[in-house]
């Protein structure tokens, strides 16, 4: 056994230039991934745009706040309980068996996927960045019915007691709501290759190393004057020695 380690050790320091294969699979992944991995991009714009506008609450049926806290916290829409049973309704049959999974996974997915800013200009933007423009388009539409919802009760809310409905429903009217607009995106990199990266170099090693392996013991040269004797049946009286290693050494 220790024979054939230290020969296997021998052939790994002879090929060690082989160790530059195994970064080969995973250079060849990330550069594909580049080129089929597509972000999306899915956005609605709503103008005019006034932080001071009322949006109901959400923990109350009587308070309102203004729509640039909502602007500043957006999980106060995401992640309303309301509106993510809502959601989960929507999407899948109540039973936590839709295509959203549990409230857990769609929490976190309206969390890392949603956004709603402040674009300037009297213009307030609500959009999805994922991997499904469909999902995207889903629900940035959802969304922008309990945006709109919200502020037509805060106008309801905060209206005089005289025909306040009119009054919040001509508010809400003159909210512009854009269309969807969807745009593919390519990005260099993203933090989801590096798992199947990483999986790709290990197996491209283990690859290498047993490819030398089956190099090293397909090898019908002899590595040892032990090996000569017993092969042969003939004693060996000496041996030359590498003088390679030797010569290397030297100074010019």
């Not at 049926?61 to 995401?78: G, Q």
């Not at 109540?94 to 409230?103: E, F, Q, R, W, Y």
């Amino acid at each position: 056994m220790g024979f054939y380690l230290s020969r296997y050790t021998r052939a790994l320091r002879v090929n060690k230039r082989w160790a530059l294969l195994a970064l080969l699979p995973p250079a060849l992944y990330l550069m594909l991934a580049v080129f089929n991995d597509l972000t999306f991009k899915v956005s609605r714009d709503f103008s005019p745009y006034s932080g001071d506008t009322p949006v109901a609450g959400s923990n109350s049926p009587v308070n309102t706040l203004k729509l640039e806290e909502l602007v500043a916290k957006p999980d106060l829409l995401f992640l309303d309980e309301f509106t993510v049973a809502r959601l989960q309704k929507r999407f899948g049959r109540g039973d936590n068996s839709g295509p959203l999974g549990d409230d857990a996974a769609l929490r976190n997915l309206a969390h890392s996927t949603l956004s709603l800013v402040d674009l300037g200009d009297a213009r307030l933007r609500l959009s999805y960045r994922g991997k499904d423009p469909l999902l995207g388009g889903s629900l940035v539409g959802f969304y922008t019915d309990r945006l709109l919802m919200r502020i037509k009760d805060g106008m309801l809310r905060t209206a005089p007691r005289t025909a306040p409905g009119p009054l919040a429903l001509r508010s809400v009217s003159n909210i512009a709501v854009g269309e969807i607009v969807v745009v593919g995106e390519r990005s260099m990199w993203d933090a989801e290759r590096l798992r199947p990266a990483l999986i790709i170099l290990a197996a491209s090693g283990l690859g290498v190393l047993v490819l030398i392996a089956v190099f090293e013991l397909t090898d019908p040269s002899f590595k040892s004057e032990r090996q000569m004797a017993q092969y042969l049946g003939v004693p060996v009286l000496g041996a030359l020695p590498n003088a390679e290693p030797l010569v290397r050494a030297l100074p010019d």
